[in-house]
């Protein structure tokens, strides 16, 4: 990790060199380090990235995290004489079965509304400070505090016992954070970012907010694995841009958030994190970060847990303004053994259709699967396949607010020792009504 960050360093200095002996010699580095913000109060399209003065908005992901400049941005903006407001939000109202067929003895089903909503603030501090804060909230808990049937879904505890087969609900505060940024020139940017609760600088754009897994209901398998420190109580982000390169590095709480969805749990800073990002053009977007997390479960205190993960996403534009996005992401958790994960997703959308899927494969322990170790021993270790396709269709498609109906479906393949738990032609359905903001447009 250390010996990529020193390389590009070294590659990112040598092209702003590059890019400042070129303005020199056109004269006109002052202009340069000015950003183009021309009727920033009402054209959307010149409306900044949250860390930058120099980057278009679509870039922005979940915590620091970036997305490709092509993003589809949905939500609503409101504009003021130096504050720029946006909220944005997702409901889904469904019924979710998670074995269909009756197969095995942990399916479950459910009548809920997984939801989540967030606000941001921004504004200019003189010519180049950019201030920003931004609130999420979830009523997840509403549901049930064991949160929603999920097949192979581990992590987090309902009533001192380990959530399995269920993938929990999120904190009613799911992010409260503030950021500054200063802009160096028009390619240097330094920025400071702190959360209670906030995000760490550790895996790809959270899952909500990655338009490739907008359009389903369900968190991945693999959310542990990448992008499950998301909700950190106590995190503080320090970072740097240096033309398509970012670098980031956190000290947070490693511990999950505990059962009480409704509190704010004890900060620690027991944890840390660094990241690496490049955008080589609108298209794309990738990343690689590394992370030491402190005793992450709350039933597991004496288990602390390295990650590593890479992502890449992809945001292409279509004709007649549909588009293609597409993620693919590997983590790896080591703890007393390594277990790895790997998920592909991606969501296709064209006038009110909306088609998506997602294949991943995630190994899990005894342990995380509750199993008993007498019979399937200490260390054991399960690969477990799931494929998911979706479609969805927008009944309502107004400037207010779009209403999407739709169909999930799921077939597990799990390691051949478990189907004696989980039985044979395993696999999920559910049906749903979305909720969700219009698309904005933010195209030049």
Request: zero cysteines.
């Amino acid at each position: 990790m250390k010996k990529l960050i020193v390389l590009i360093l070294v590659i990112s200095l040598g092209e702003l060199s590059a890019q400042h002996d070129h303005h020199q010699h056109q004269d006109t580095t002052k202009k340069s380090a000015e950003p183009e913000m021309k009727h920033e109060h009402h054209n959307m399209s010149n409306m900044s990235h949250a860390f930058s003065l120099n980057l278009p908005m679509n870039r922005n992901g979940s915590g620091t995290g970036w997305l490709p400049d092509s993003t589809p941005m949905y939500g609503y903006m409101i504009h003021g004489k130096k504050w720029m407001y946006m909220i944005h939000g997702n409901i889904f109202a469904r019924y979710n079965n998670q074995d269909i067929f009756n197969s095995g003895s942990r399916g479950d089903d459910k009548f809920d509304a997984v939801n989540w909503f967030m606000g941001m603030g921004q504004r200019r501090i003189g010519k180049r400070g950019l201030f920003r804060f931004s609130a999420m909230v979830s009523l997840d808990n509403v549901f049930g505090g064991n949160g929603y049937p999920l097949l192979f879904q581990t992590g987090e505890s309902w009533k001192g016992q380990p959530l399995v087969d269920r993938q929990h609900p999120h904190d009613l505060f799911s992010e409260l954070s503030v950021e500054y940024t200063h802009m160096i020139n028009k390619n240097v940017d330094v920025f400071v970012y702190a959360g209670y609760p906030g995000e760490p600088a550790l895996g790809s754009v959270a899952f909500m907010h990655r338009v490739s897994s907008l359009y389903g209901p369900d968190a991945p398998l693999s959310h542990h694995w990448n992008d499950g420190t998301h909700v950190t109580f106590g995190v503080v982000t320090g970072g740097v841009r240096l033309g398509k390169f970012k670098i980031d590095a956190s000290s947070f709480t490693g511990r999950e958030p505990d059962e009480d969805r409704l509190n704010f749990d004890t900060p620690r800073f027991d944890s840390y994190s660094g990241r690496v990002s490049f955008n080589p053009n609108p298209y794309w977007s990738f990343q690689v970060s590394q992370g030491f997390i402190k005793s992450p479960e709350s039933t597991r205190t004496n288990e602390d847990v390295n990650r590593t993960t890479a992502s890449a996403v992809y945001s292409r534009p279509l004709k007649k303004n549909n588009f293609i996005n597409v993620t693919a992401l590997w983590g790896l958790n080591k703890s007393h053994a390594a277990e790895h994960a790997a998920l592909l997703e991606a969501a296709f959308v064209k006038n009110r259709f909306s088609i998506y899927g997602r294949y991943e494969m995630v190994q899990k322990s005894v342990h995380e699967l509750a199993l008993d170790e007498k019979t399937y021993g200490h260390d054991e270790i399960f690969n477990v396949n799931a494929l998911t396709v979706g479609v969805g269709y927008d009944v309502i498609k107004s400037k207010a607010m779009r209403v999407a109906i739709g169909v999930q479906g799921t077939y597990y393949l799990p390691d051949e020792r478990l189907v004696f738990i989980y039985g044979n032609n395993l696999a999920s359905g559910q049906i749903f009504i979305r909720l969700y903001p219009p698309r904005m447009n933010t195209s030049k």
